[in-house]
């Protein structure tokens, strides 16, 4: 009896060995048609929103001789067309996998010859929700390949896509192909700190530069912060003298000319943030009598956390009841705005910590004679909005100044027309709360679009890292552990839980790199390529035709494009050993890893 239910167990045992090797094989097979299909060694990213390359796909050589016709009197586009030709001729970019396995070859066809660009309105300027639609058509046949944009910003978008379907030395063109393109959100980007640690004009032009590559197209720049004030601005030069790291580590109005100028031709706006009240520490070298708490021990011994005077080293609070503040800010605000063309000001308004405005005797008055917090920040919000409106600006604060728990502002006084909130906590549900309550925003949950978390804190003597038996800094010991990684970014829904009315709201979503422990050594790796997986979720989505999420079909085609863009000079950090690329498939898993 035990014999024969051994011999049993033993044939059974072999059936299911060659059926998991039969499974496992069409598996193989199935991800090796994925492979096929999905990363043919050609790509555009972001994935357009149509793209037709039907079935056998055909590659014809690109000419020598190829130029681009286009409407020249357009002085970004202009701009933007000889930087592609350039491009396109010189690249003779190598995929990681052979285009030759997949794709016919056509070395008989006529080279395309000329790529054709019309522009249906060429004075539409580069603001929020501007039309960047495009469509390209480059036809089988060779000769001449068509694209037509609504708009300047658009034809640059087309151009970034042909510029990707063209590979090889000598190059060779995608041909019979058909796209139709425009993105899902009008706000997609990223958002750098240069108050914590300094970045040169040239980083922040390669960070632009891959930008426009990627379809991002706004340079969130947050300027100042209590640690340095590194802008020149003309009417209060003090500031940047008395309050940056130094004269070698300042932005004088012709670096901020340079940058807001290459943006344009980047088709990139470049959006400023002058934070205050909160996070102005560093005005304080220049003007100690209206800043609170300045220069300070931010959480000194004994004292509770609720009564701490900054949430991290770095304090400092302008004061809403000095006069004098509000002649220096409106003097920023009026040069910002004359250095900056975008239509958006970014003023902060966030983490407003209770214990720096009750470190100032005026203040304290104001609260022994019945005033509160909330009431001083919106004495602050009443002295300042009007003036930012004035100036023919959308004012975006920080989604603390109405959604905080303990220093908040009233509804009425940020008129929505006028307003822009972008969240950073709580996930979906302060979008939910933002949106529900009429109000436009953009998205920058910290739990997913954060790209300094899980890098550990800047605390030089943190006992939470003197651990031997496990450590508490498990998720990277930072206040928004762990590492954000580019599937979690890309899986983000920025609209979910929201009602069709409520979604019209999202702007879009920006990812943030702040830079207590980034500075220019680094500024590539810890962007890119998580920023590459925020544009093509906020270009084209994150779901493919069915409605199922692609990030699995995403990982091949974001190795290709990682490599690209370090060719083109892009520090990006790799997302898999090169291994996994060279076998489709085998990094993979059949089973859950929760």
């Given at each position: 009896m035990f014999s024969a239910f051994n011999t049993f167990n033993a044939s059974a045992l072999q059936i299911l060995i060659i059926l998991?090797?039969?499974?496992?094989?069409?598996?193989?097979i199935s991800f090796s048609s994925s492979q096929s299909n999905s990363n043919s060694g050609v790509n555009v990213w972001p994935k357009p929103r149509n793209f037709s390359w039907p079935q056998p796909q055909q590659a014809n050589l690109l000419s020598p001789n190829f130029t681009i016709t286009f409407p020249d009197h357009h002085k970004y586009l202009s701009s933007s067309v000889k930087r592609y030709l350039q491009l396109i001729l010189s690249e003779h970019h190598l995929p990681l996998v052979n285009p030759s396995s997949f794709i016919h070859i056509n070395t008989s066809a006529p080279p395309l010859l000329t790529l054709s660009v019309t522009v249906a309105d060429l004075s539409a300027p580069l603001h929020h929700g501007v039309d960047e639609s495009y469509t390209l058509t480059i036809p089988i046949a060779g000769g001449a390949a068509d694209l037509a944009a609504q708009t300047a910003w658009g034809a640059m978008r087309g151009l970034e896509t042909f510029s990707q379907l063209v590979w090889g030395d000598p190059s060779l063109v995608a041909v019979g192909v058909y796209v139709w393109d425009s993105p899902l959100f009008g706000h997609r980007g990223v958002m750098l700190d240069t108050s914590r640690n300094f970045y040169g004009v040239q980083d922040i032009l390669r960070t632009i530069e891959a930008m426009s590559a990627n379809k991002l197209n706004v340079f969130h720049w947050h300027i100042t912060d209590?640690?340095?004030?590194?802008l020149m601005v003309p009417s209060e030069p003090e500031l940047a003298s008395k309050g940056s790291y130094g004269y070698s580590m300042q932005y004088s109005p012709a670096d901020v000319t340079k940058i807001v100028e290459f943006g344009l031709e980047h088709g990139v706006r470049v959006l400023p943030e002058i934070d205050s009240p909160g996070h102005t520490g560093s005005w304080a070298?220049?003007?100690?009598?209206?800043?609170?708490c300045a220069n300070m021990f931010w959480w000194p011994d004994g004292v509770d956390w609720a009564d701490r005077l900054?949430?991290?080293p770095g304090t400092g609070h302008l004061n809403p009841l000095n006069p004098k503040t509000y002649q220096v800010l409106k003097n920023i605000i009026r040069d910002v705005a004359t250095l900056f063309p975008e239509p958006f000001y970014h003023g902060g308004a966030d983490e407003i910590i209770p214990g720096c405005w009750k470190a100032d005797p005026t203040?304290?008055?104001?609260l022994s004679e019945g005033g509160t917090l909330s009431q001083l920040l919106e004495h602050f919000v009443n002295s300042t909005f009007p003036y930012i409106v004035s100036l023919n600006r959308t004012v975006v604060y920080w989604e603390d100044v109405l959604l905080d728990d303990n220093i908040k502002v009233q509804s009425t006084a940020l008129p929505q027309e006028?307003?822009?909130?972008?969240t950073w906590n709580n996930g979906h549900n302060n979008t939910k709360r933002i949106v529900s309550s009429g109000y436009r925003v953009i998205v920058s949950s910290s739990e997913f679009y954060y790209l300094d978390c899980g890098h550990g804190d800047f605390l030089g003597n943190d006992s939470i890292y003197d651990q031997q038996t496990g450590s508490e800094a498990k998720d990277g010991g930072s206040w928004c552990g762990p590492f954000k990684t580019w599937q979690t970014i890309y899986n983000y829904d920025i609209t979910y839980g929201l009602t069709e009315e409520e979604v019209k709201l999202v702007l879009g979503g920006e990812v943030a790199l702040w830079s207590e422990q980034a500075d220019p050594t680094v500024l590539d790796v810890r962007i890119w390529p998580r920023a590459s997986a925020v544009a093509e979720s906020l270009w084209s989505g994150n779901r493919d035709e069915k409605g199922m999420k692609r990030y699995a079909e995403a990982t091949d085609r974001l190795n290709e494009w990682r490599s690209r863009i370090v060719a083109r000079g892009v520090g990006a950090e790799p997302i898999q050993p090169l291994w996994c690329v060279r076998n489709p498939g085998m990094c993979n898993t059949f089973n859950s890893l929760l």
């Open positions: 998991s090797l039969l499974l496992a094989s069409a598996a193989q209590s640690h340095s004030f590194p070298a220049a003007y100690p009598d209206i800043v609170t900054a949430s991290e203040i304290q008055s104001f006028h307003t822009i909130l972008q």
